[in-house]
């Protein structure tokens, strides 16, 4: 069965501090990639997602993802976090063979300090 | 993007009764999938939910604790059966349309004491 791997738990950084979040997943066809935020006591919300095409995606916020395939990652990246960016963050693979439901990280709560 | 609303959004049930969750979607959708996030863990898959058949349920979930209803393609129901303490989490729905991301209701927060 395919997994994703998310090796950071827990982070803290401090804000201006530059961000990378591991991602790691174990299918070995065409997949979609997601990556997706949840603040506290909202919705999950989609920051980025990488269907095909250049492998370094740009989300909203400032985040960006690399996708490289060699190394089945998608690493989530941001040059400077704010504290507003306080919040669990989730990577998700949904292989490209029509099952539409998302295997998930087990997330990475990031803990921005002003 | 839809627009998914859960009902109730929390609720704290005595161990032994059930709740049911309602999802509703603001478009017509094929498949509704509804996701389980216990305490400090990631969101694990429950079941898909198709309109007009039985609910495809994954390895470790069963229909007899949690039976799903999808009377249309824009509702769904989830029942949370007979609860123990165990079952205190948060539960979502979401749509997948294909080729974009899923949406995803607020989720309801479940304490069974």
């Known amino acids: 069965a395919q997994s994703v791997s998310q090796h950071n738990h827990h982070v803290i950084l401090s804000e201006a501090a530059s961000l990378e979040l591991g991602c790691n997943y174990s299918?070995?066809?065409?997949?979609?990639l997601f990556w997706y935020v949840q603040y506290p006591g909202q919705h999950l919300q989609l920051l980025l997602k990488y269907f095909s095409g250049d492998p370094l995606v740009k989300g909203i916020k400032g985040f960006e993802a690399e996708f490289i395939k060699s190394k089945f990652s998608f690493n989530l990246r941001k040059p400077s976090v704010q504290w507003s960016d306080t919040a669990e963050y989730f990577c998700?693979?949904?292989?490209?063979?029509?099952?539409?439901?998302?295997?998930f990280g087990s997330g990475t709560r990031l803990q921005v300090q002003p | 993007s839809a627009v998914i609303s859960q009902k109730p959004s929390r609720d704290i049930c005595q161990r032994g009764t059930s709740l049911t969750i309602q999802c509703q979607v603001d478009s017509q959708v094929t498949m509704m999938f509804w996701y389980r996030q216990q305490p400090g863990q990631s969101l694990t898959l429950i079941a898909t939910a198709n309109q007009g058949s039985e609910a495809t349920y994954e390895s470790g979930f069963v229909i007899d604790k949690f039976p799903i209803s999808r009377p249309n393609l824009t509702f769904s129901t989830l029942t949370v059966s007979n609860m123990s303490p165990e079952d205190s989490s948060i539960y979502l729905c979401?749509?997948?349309?294909?080729?974009?991301?899923?949406?995803f209701g607020q989720g309801t927060r479940l304490t069974v004491v």
């Open positions: 979401s749509d997948k349309p294909p080729l974009t991301e899923a949406f």
């Open positions: 998700a693979v949904n292989p490209d063979t029509g099952r539409r439901a998302l295997t």
């Open positions: 299918y070995g066809g065409t997949v979609n």
